[in-house]
């Protein structure tokens, strides 16, 4: 069993940056692929960027605007957001899969978080 509980949302005016965390209870953090999916109101839920080892991969709208990482001795996985919009307002939820394909496609899910709030002001 893994818990996720994400943090590092907040209110930010555009052209911002907040960097989010995803801290993980339980075993064998290291084996997962990780990722961050958002969900704006009234939308659906869509990926934004997953990890896997030394491997990533981004959603097209934040390619080249967002960075995630993870820290494996801490349990942690990241998502630095720059250059922020309003676009990229949402609830972001970070999830874990067996690999960064059934993250990304949504075919596999094991874990989620409960989400934290990014607002992007104008």
């Known amino acids: 069993q893994v818990q996720l509980v994400e943090s590092g949302g907040g209110l930010v005016q555009a052209g911002g940056s907040l960097r989010l965390s995803c801290a993980a209870s339980?075993?064998?953090?290291?084996?997962?692929?990780m990722g961050w999916f958002r969900q704006a109101p009234g939308k659906e839920r869509e990926f934004v960027a997953a990890?896997?080892?030394?491997?990533?991969h981004y959603a097209d709208s934040v390619k080249g605007r967002f960075t995630i990482s993870r820290d494996n001795a801490k349990n942690t996985m990241y998502l630095q957001m720059n250059s922020l919009n309003v676009e990229d307002t949402a609830v972001y939820l970070c999830?874990?899969?067996?690999?960064?394909?059934?993250?990304?496609?949504?075919?596999?899910?094991?874990?989620w978080g409960q989400g934290t709030q990014v607002t992007v002001s104008s």
């Open positions: 339980g075993r064998n953090f290291r084996n997962y692929a």
């Open positions: 999830a874990a899969g067996l690999t960064i394909l059934t993250l990304s496609s949504r075919d596999r899910i094991d874990y």
């Open positions: 990890i896997s080892g030394l491997n990533t």
